[in-house]
């Protein structure tokens, strides 16, 4: 799914251990099994909302599965009521809790693979990034679960029988420092996370009657070519019949090197055509009037190399010295003669042997149009 596969970490699953987190604490105070029966119904409560909300909101896997262990102990307590010494009831109930997301954990591939086909036929990318996050949220408190579990192994290798003071820290204060702690740190990796979300560039994913699918980053919709279509700009300059062209810099991951337009780029995610058209205009030749760029021209382009959704723009430029830049290295004009010469012949661009009749029927007309 890649980033399309929205991460995650946009909701901080790690939320669904509140309930172990309300019954470790509530133990303190008063009888165990009726600490479990309350957060149990915490967790129940908070199910049915987050079911009954579940077209809007992430499901909660983690909440639905810690519910489900608190459920069983509450079924346990009513035909074993001294099931688990006092002492130890933290430290089960970590235990029973992490148990769901090891399995999940240790089954990641299946149960991601599962949720991202049901968000497929159902239509709801939702139930896949409840996935991951959930992946990701166990992963984290697996990871300090087993910290504590070596803790308490080497204490008590190395000070058997443990004083009171530090079986009451194993046993009783760290259980719920695990889950908040877990809690913390993921809320920390999504506040990170959304920091670079927002300094990331997204382009637009689009079907080929340019209608707004997804979106993905843009490096990866270079890495990815034919995996999707993105929205491409591209500018012809033109200026007294003739075109500007210059070769695809040796940067370039399509065609390199061969003979093109002055002007391309990625639409980016939220622009809107004229937007996209004018900030690329703006980077390449900023003083250029915008008042003179007219679209013409909407194509599907695709081929082993690229998939693109191309629209294309032409720049009428009567005064033809702004071309004269030390960075168009190899630019020049040409007549639609000297490109007609050279067409077939892999000297030019895939897209530009496509749009020439086009872009010369173009031209042709808006000159003579001029001339009258």
Known sequence: MSHQRILSSRFNMSLGFIPVIISIILCEFIA??????????????????????????????????????????????????????????????????????????????????????????????????????????????????????????????????????????????????????????????????NIVMNRTVFIPIVNTKGDVTGKAIASEAINRKNDYINPVIRIAVASHSMLFLLPRSKYCFFERGKIDLLMEGYLIYGETLEQGAHRILRQTLPTAPPERLYFNLMYHFENEATNRLVYLFTLDLDDDSILCNKHFKGGKLWTFQQIEHNLGRNFFSSCLEYEFEHLEAIIYTREKYKES
């Open 32 to 193: 165990q099994d009726m600490s479990i029966y309350i957060s149990a119904g915490v967790g129940v409560l908070s199910s049915i909302y987050s079911i009954r909300h579940k077209w809007t909101h992430i499901p909660q896997i983690i909440l639905y599965c810690t519910t489900g262990m608190l459920l069983l102990l509450s079924v346990t307590t009513l035909f074993f009521a001294n099931y688990c010494p006092r002492f130890m009831f933290p430290l089960t109930l970590e235990v029973s809790a992490i148990i769901p997301p090891f399995i999940i954990y240790l089954n990641r591939k299946r149960f991601l693979d599962y949720h991202v086909s049901l968000a497929q036929k159902c239509g709801k990318q939702l139930f896949a990034q409840g996935a991951e996050a959930t992946i990701v949220s166990a992963r984290v408190i697996l990871i300090i679960s087993l910290l504590h579990f070596l803790i308490i192994s080497f204490a008590v290798l190395v000070s058997y029988p443990l004083g009171n003071t530090t079986c009451y820290i194993l046993f009783y204060v760290a259980p719920p420092l695990v889950f908040i702690s877990g809690i913390l740190l993921n809320q920390f990796g999504i506040f990170y996370f």
